[in-house]
């Protein structure tokens, strides 16, 4: 038997259910019929989770998250285009080296890490930089656990009649997100965040009427939306080998996802996550780094403690050890850490982890406060 798994407090891979392990236990044809009717059903379920039915199409893509951003953005924005980047993290970041290796213009918009991005600013940097054709933005952002304003940003973008690709990846099916008139010409997300099924597979859901625009734009081939797009509509199946076990396993995450009541369901159980462990950690002398009011549901960054004896490397074995995996901070300028709150697990796990981490500290004699 092989060792049981801990519980990841990491917000992708995360702790999935053990039902969503088991769909995968089997094994499925790329041209068999009922592997390519689970994928046209998981991208339908995909779409209607924002609302998307009507103007918008769910492209799968293989891989991860990033490869879904990269598919985006190279299949839907023209290279003589100039892109606006609100700059609150490392996806942001990752976003920017994208669109240079691209060789397309951007105009990055220089944040603090716990300083979510504001509509007038966008649009500010509109009247500024009339070049900005597209706004690539982060909605959750996940290196500190930031939110940011998403509809009114898409407002903005709607009124000066820029496009606006979203990176939702860590916010999809537990914040909620209606495209019904939002102004948003893209969203992608993954497999393996806040749907529960497991790492593999991205998604794109995009205007149906943009995305028929951009046959032959991507410099890629393997992330060319429009070319999968196209390939599957024509024949059901992926244009080239499908992650198979990935999507069988999302299918039954999304079939949970819908048991258990849908977006609010986990927004409600990923905010019992989150509270439990902000006063946990409180009660241990841990502070979260981001102001309540910009702070997700999805991961909390704690400041370090300041004692010198502090060592993430040394707690994380510890805790490690009790069961649980915490996550390294990811911020340039303040040393933390990370727990998600995300994945199949509720408050118990969450009190278990803080238990965890209070005894990890006793034991390595740090000081927290
Ligand atoms: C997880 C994540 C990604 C994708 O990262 P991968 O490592 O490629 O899965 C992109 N953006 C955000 C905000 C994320 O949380």
């Not at 069961?323 to 995300?342: A, D, M, N, Q, S």
């Not at 408050?347 to 927290?368: C, K, N, P, T, W």
Request: aromatic share 6%; net charge neutral; hydrophobic share 45%.
């Amino acid at each position: 038997m092989p060792a049981p798994s801990p519980i990841l407090l990491t917000p992708g891979p995360l702790t999935t259910a053990p039902a969503t392990r088991e769909a995968m236990l089997r094994d499925w044809g790329s041209w068999d019929g009922e592997f390519n009717r689970m994928t046209t059903s998981v991208c339908a379920d995909l779409l209607t989770l924002v609302h998307g039915e009507t103007d918008y199409v769910c492209v799968p893509m293989q891989g991860s998250g990033t490869f879904a951003v990269e598919a985006a953005l190279g299949t839907l924005v023209p290279r003589d285009a100039c892109v606006l980047v609100a700059h609150n993290g490392a996806y942001c970041a990752r976003i920017v080296r994208i669109l240079e290796r691209m060789g397309i213009a951007c105009v990055t918009m220089p944040l603090g890490e716990d300083e979510p991005a504001g509509a007038d600013a966008i649009e500010a940097a509109f009247a500024r930089e009339p070049r900005i054709t597209h706004v690539a933005q982060v909605h959750l952002e996940t290196s500190a656990g930031l939110l940011n304003p998403l509809y009114d940003i898409a407002a903005v973008c709607a009124r000066h009649d820029r496009r606006l690709i979203v990176d939702a990846m860590s916010s999809f099916g537990a914040v909620p997100i209606d495209l019904r008139g939002s102004g948003i010409d893209a969203l992608v997300s993954a497999s393996g965040k806040c749907l529960e099924g497991v790492p593999g597979m991205g998604f794109v859901i995009v205007r149906r009427a943009l995305l028929a625009q951009c046959a032959g734009r991507s410099p890629s081939l393997a992330l060319d939306l429009h070319d999968q797009w196209t390939y599957m509509e024509k024949t059901t199946q992926w244009r080239f080998t499908p992650p198979t076990h990935v999507v069988a396993a999302l299918r039954r995450a999304l079939d949970a996802f819908a048991a258990q009541g849908g977006q609010p369901a986990r927004a409600a159980r990923y905010a019992r996550n989150r509270s439990t462990l902000v006063e946990g950690m409180r009660a241990l002398g841990f502070e979260p780094f981001l102001p309540a009011t910009a702070q997700s549901d999805v991961i909390v960054t704690f400041h370090a403690p300041r004692d010198p004896a502090w060592r993430f490397a040394d707690l994380y074995a510890a805790v490690r050890e009790a069961g649980y995996i915490l996550y390294p901070g990811k911020l340039t300028e303040v040393e933390t850490f990370r727990v998600g709150c995300i994945g199949a697990i509720d408050e118990q796990a969450m009190r278990g982890a803080v238990a965890a981490i209070g005894q990890a500290i006793e034991r390595l004699g740090i000081r927290v406060r």
